[in-house]
């Protein structure tokens, strides 16, 4: 008997259980539990104290959002956080703002180490040390750039400043909150950052004989590497010195190599060194650091090669040459013969860091009339009539750019400028403008043309032309074209009447600056006589006179470096002023009798300090194109 078909028995089975974050679903003997995930403890803290490399105890305020806040939105909250760490060897700094969280395993708080960066496209000029707007700039899926319709404004680290258009790298300062330049484009960085020179012996170098011990300057002739414009080499008499016009830390290399293919005939030791004059001392100095010692063995008995290289602190104004000598043997050794006839030694100079180019000109362009009365020459409270004690700012009294032409009364000093310094008058003939170093000079002839104020029958004498301090600098562009027409000395530059500051020249070229006359010009308190200025070159002169100190001081160098002297001179009791104040005025070619033929150009003269080492050098460098107003 066939049974009926049973139905098939029913097995229990668990429910299949999901979840979605933040539950978690965990299986175990008494059942399933279902709950929410752990979750990380996040909090916005601002850092109440500095949190050093393997710190982890450090405090934290809380802060909390105000949406309604019309400045800072986040402000210090409850708790303070007392257990912030260090994760990675790392600083931070009181002030910065990080997303905190917790740890449990430590029980810490561990700060999220940000870093904020932006590309950028300048949109103002910036100056060094300054600040300025900085556009920023996205980058899309394909690499393009495109202009966020953002700006920020970021400050100079680096103190290059920046152009209008310079692609830089900002980065956010986390601790004060501010955007900082850390990159500039490539060019402006090569000639800021990485400026250089190095100079060699060109095949027309004059050979430098070294055969008495006394050191000589090897003359480099030829730039082989130069990058930017902050150097200046020397020709002439003064041939290899190499000028820095900026600032900065600088390495300094300087190689010499002794290969003696056909002299000498017997073993000699030579001494190379590199020497730097301040600008400060207007005197070289040996780096010791640089001296290199050669060995210069039997003809065709090998070579030696030394290189070397150090860092040094170049101010602006520094000028530094190669020096070498012989110091044993009996051979008469040529610079440029040692090796055969190539080049024997090189120095070169490279800033490795930004280099500081900036104008070294402050106070130049400040006007003295705040400080003396132009018609009595006293200063009132500000000085000590017997004494000179007090203010000594340096303060511009007279400028002339001297680049116009003809008889007018009111040519040649601040031509085209809304304010009037003091005008010079054209002398007994019609000046001529010609070209001069830097744009139209004034041309002087010989005996028959002088430019003044105040003396030889100008209508418009000036009363006391001088400060009570009695210190006067004078500074301009003179080329001496004639001497024919002088007898005794002929004036180049000179204030005042019988008691006077004057610039003089004589018959064999010999420049003078003479200080506080008090008996005419035969009794001269001071003066300073540079030898031979060259004639037909641009010369820069610059004098200093301090009456008080009785003191004179006379520098003269050739645009192209050819020739640079200095001479001083000091009395021991300068006798001063004088009886009478007398008629103090400006004048320019002529002592009355006696003539010089000269070009003259951006003169300026400025009372109650002299011109410091730096301002002089800024007025010689910027000479080569740039007037001073």
């Known amino acids: 008997m066939t049974q009926p078909d049973q139905p098939a028995p029913i097995r229990s089975e668990p429910a299949r259980l999901t979840a979605a974050a933040p539950l978690e679903i965990r299986r175990h003997a008494a059942g399933t539990h279902v709950s929410l995930a752990r979750q990380p403890q996040l909090w916005f803290v601002e850092l109440a104290e500095d949190i050093q490399q393997h710190e982890s105890a450090r405090s934290a305020q809380h802060l909390a959002c105000d949406s309604e806040s019309t400045s800072d939105p986040w402000s210090a909250d409850e708790p303070e956080l007392p257990w912030l760490a260090d994760p990675q060897a790392g600083l931070y700094l009181a002030g910065e703002r990080h997303l905190a969280w917790f740890e449990p395993g430590s029980g810490r708080m561990i700060p999220t180490p940000g870093v904020l960066w932006h590309l950028g496209i300048v949109a103002e000029t910036i100056e060094p040390g300054g600040s300025g707007r900085v556009a920023v700039w996205l980058v899309d899926a394909d690499a393009l750039h495109a202009e966020a319709s953002r700006e920020i404004t970021a400050y100079d680290w680096l103190g290059g400043g920046a152009a209008s258009g310079d692609r830089v790298i900002v980065a956010q300062h986390l601790q004060s909150r501010r955007w900082y330049f850390v990159a500039q484009r490539t060019d402006r960085a090569a000639s800021r950052c990485c400026a250089m020179i190095e100079v060699r012996q060109g095949p027309s170098a004059t050979p430098a004989s070294l055969n008495d ?96 290289s150090q860092l040094i602190d170049v101010a602006y104004g520094d000028t530094l040459r190669v020096q070498a000598r012989r110091i044993a043997g009996s051979d008469t050794l040529a610079s440029d013969t040692l090796s055969g006839g190539t080049p024997t030694c090189y120095f070169g100079l490279r800033f490795v860091c930004c280099a500081d180019a900036r104008d070294h000109a402050p106070s130049l362009t400040t006007l003295a009339d705040a400080t003396y009365d132009p018609h009595t020459g006293m200063g009132g409270a500000a000085y000590e009539p017997t004494t000179g004690a007090g203010r000594r700012t340096l303060k511009l009294a007279a400028y ?230």
Do not use: C
């Open 213 to 308: 011990g006394t050191p000589v300057p090897i003359v480099f002739d030829q730039i082989s590497l130069v990058a930017g414009d902050m150097f200046s080499l020397a020709t002439g008499t003064a041939a290899g010195e190499v000028t820095v016009l900026a600032a900065g830390r600088a390495e300094i290399y300087h190689h010499a190599a002794a290969h003696t293919e056909s002299t000498p005939s017997g073993d000699n030791l030579t001494e190379w060194r590199v020497e730097r004059k301040p600008a400060s001392s207007g005197t070289f100095g040996v780096l010791e650091q640089t001296i290199l010692r050669m060995h210069h063995p039997n003809l065709d008995q090998g070579q030696e090669t030394k290189f070397l």
């Open 400 to 629: 002339y750019r001297l680049e116009e032409s003809g008889s007018s009364e009111d040519r040649a000093d601040y031509s085209g400028q809304a304010r009037t310094l003091r005008v010079l008058t054209a002398g007994v003939a019609t000046i001529s403008g010609v070209s001069g170093h830097i744009g139209t000079a004034a041309q002087i002839d010989a005996s028959t043309e002088w430019l003044g104020r105040g003396g030889f029958g100008d209508p418009n004498p000036e009363s006391d032309f001088r400060p009570a301090s009695q210190v006067v600098s004078v500074a301009g562009w003179i080329q001496l074209d004639g001497l024919s027409g002088v007898s005794g000395t002929a004036n180049l530059v000179g204030i005042g009447n019988d008691n006077s500051w004057r610039v003089v020249v004589d018959a064999s070229g010999n420049v003078s600056a003479i200080a506080g006359q008090t008996g005419g010009m035969g009794h001269p308190d001071a003066t300073a006589t540079v030898s031979t200025a060259p004639l037909g070159k641009p010369l820069f002169v610059v004098a200093t006179f301090a009456g008080l100190a009785g003191r004179a001081t006379l520098r003269i160098r050739a645009a192209d470096g050819s020739f640079d002297h200095s001479a001083s001179d000091t009395v021991t009791t300068p006798t001063g002023w004088g009886s009478a104040p007398g008629t103090w005025h400006v004048d320019i070619g002529s002592t009355g009798s006696s003539w010089a033929a000269l070009l003259i150009e951006q003169l300026g003269i400025w009372f109650d300090a002299p011109l410091t080492p730096a301002q002089q050098n800024y007025l010689f460098a910027a000479g080569a194109g740039r007037r001073l107003l």
